[in-house]
């Protein structure tokens, strides 16, 4: 989710002019890099352990710079959901779900438990917060899970029409099933879980997912032992 911000946007070249930023500009890029750094403290610290002061210091600013633009904890907590959803949004197809079935499925778990990164561990933290405090926060997250639950019930859905997954498959139950099963894997990573690797708990939820999913079970059995 890059050196500190510098006062000026510049562009060199043998005759071009340095142009100052906007305050805009200046304001935009302060939220951008806040954003970013309460990110990856969140997932490092969690909740409770972070404070709004060495997240400003992380980006580069000052200690005061997030009450400055945000007030209060909560306020700044709510900003880091609905960006995290946006980074979420930004990766998913761009028009719309075209491609469905079982492999987009596995390619999800990959990304949620396969792959390190603060972004699932502060996602973590602000579920366990939000669980806690209720509030804004609990709405907010919650609408980040319905992005979630959208695009891998949308998926399942796809998976259906083409017959590559059962057609008894309640796509949003399912969907909430396997986040629910995703989230609970990050949260032990997040606790520092040494064993197993992370890569072999992705391999044999992908396996299960496979026999559970396909239309072909016979088909899926044998595909599953060859992988």
Do not use: W
């Not at 000052?62 to 633009?69: D, N, P, Q």
């Not at 059962?166 to 990573?189: F, H, K, N, T």
Request: net charge positive; with cysteine; proline share 4%.
């Amino acid at each position: 989710m890059s050196s500190l911000i510098e006062p000026e946007l510049v562009e060199r070249g043998p005759q071009t002019k340095e142009r100052r930023r906007t305050q805009e500009e200046r304001r935009a890029e302060a939220e951008s890099r806040l954003l970013a750094s309460a990110v990856k403290l969140l997932g490092q610290k969690g909740v409770a352990g972070t404070t709004l002061s060495e997240i400003g210091v992380h980006a580069g600013y000052s200690r005061g710079l997030v009450a400055h633009h945000y007030g209060n904890k909560e306020r700044f907590l709510r900003a880091v959901a609905t960006y995290i959803a946006k980074v979420y949004r930004s990766k998913l197809p761009p028009e719309g779900l075209t491609n469905g079935g079982i492999q987009p499925v596995l390619d999800y778990v990959d990304a949620y438990v396969a792959e390190k990164g603060e972004p699932l561990g502060a996602v973590v933290a602000m579920f366990s917060e939000a669980l806690i405090s209720g509030g804004p926060l609990k709405a907010d997250m919650l609408a980040l899970n319905d992005v979630s639950i959208d695009y891998l019930a949308g998926i399942i859905r796809l998976g259906k029409k083409t017959g590559e997954i059962r057609e008894d498959i309640d796509p949003e139950a399912m969907a909430v099933m396997i986040i629910g099963m995703l989230r609970g894997v990050s949260a032990q990573y997040a606790l520092n879980l040494q064993r197993p690797q992370r890569t072999d708990v992705a391999r044999q939820i992908k396996r299960s997912l496979f026999l559970t999913l396909a239309s072909d079970v016979g088909c899926a059995r044998e595909v599953m032992l060859q992988a």
